[in-house]
C-alpha cells in the first residue's frame, strides 16, 4: 500500500516538475502520462543529437510534421533534416507542458525554446508545440507534430 502511495506521490511530483500536468482515463495505470513525458523527453535529447536508431524508435512511420513556417514534414524529411544538419538544434529547453492521455493517444502541448545552427547558420527560436503521440506496441510514438509561432 504504502509503495503504491509512493509511487503514485513520486510520479505527480515529476510531473510538475517538468511543467505541466497530466490526464489519464478512468481506470489507467498511473505512470501513463509518465511513460509519455518520457518518451517526449527521449525526443528532446534526440533532435539535440540525432541518431537513426533512437528518432526511428520515437516516430511513427506516419508522422506529419507542420512547421511553423508552413512546411510539412514525413518520418524521413524529418529524420533527414535532423541527421544532415539542416535542422540543428544546439540546445532545446521545454517549458509550459501539458499531457492528456486518451485511451492509446496522448496530446502533448509545450514551449520549446532552442538555439538553433541550420545549415551552420547560428539561430534562436521560441515556438508553441502541439505533439499527438500514439502507443504501438510497447511504445509511444509520435505521430503528428504542429509548431506555431509563439506570440510575442
Known amino acids: 500500500m504504502y509503495k503504491k502511495l509512493f ?19 478512468a481506470g489507467a495505470v ?20 540525432p541518431t537513426p536508431a533512437a528518432l526511428n524508435q520515437l516516430v511513427a512511420d506516419d508522422l506529419s510534421y507542420g512547421h511553423s513556417g508552413g512546411r510539412v514534414d514525413t518520418k524521413a524529411s524529418f529524420i533527414s ?3 544532415d544538419g539542416k535542422s540543428d538544434f544546439v ?3 521545454i517549458s509550459d507542458q501539458t499531457i492528456k492521455v486518451v485511451g492509446d493517444v496522448a496530446i502533448v502541448r509545450h514551449t520549446l525554446t532552442a538555439d538553433t ?4 547558420k547560428p539561430g534562436k527560436v521560441q515556438i508553441k508545440i502541439l505533439g499527438v503521440w500514439q ?3 510497447a511504445d509511444w510514438k509520435l505521430l503528428a507534430r504542429q509548431a506555431v509561432r509563439a506570440a510575442p
Do not use: F, H, W, Y
Open 7 to 25: 509511487l503514485a506521490a513520486a510520479t505527480a511530483v515529476t510531473l510538475l516538475a517538468l511543467g505541466g500536468c497530466a490526464t489519464a482515463p
Open 117 to 120: 545552427n541550420d545549415s551552420g
Open 135 to 137: 502507443k504501438q506496441g
Open 30 to 49: 498511473a505512470d501513463v502520462p509518465q511513460s509519455v513525458a518520457t518518451a517526449a523527453e527521449r525526443l528532446r535529447i534526440a533532435m539535440i543529437d
Open 91 to 93: 540546445t532545446i529547453v
Open 81 to 83: 533534416d535532423l541527421l
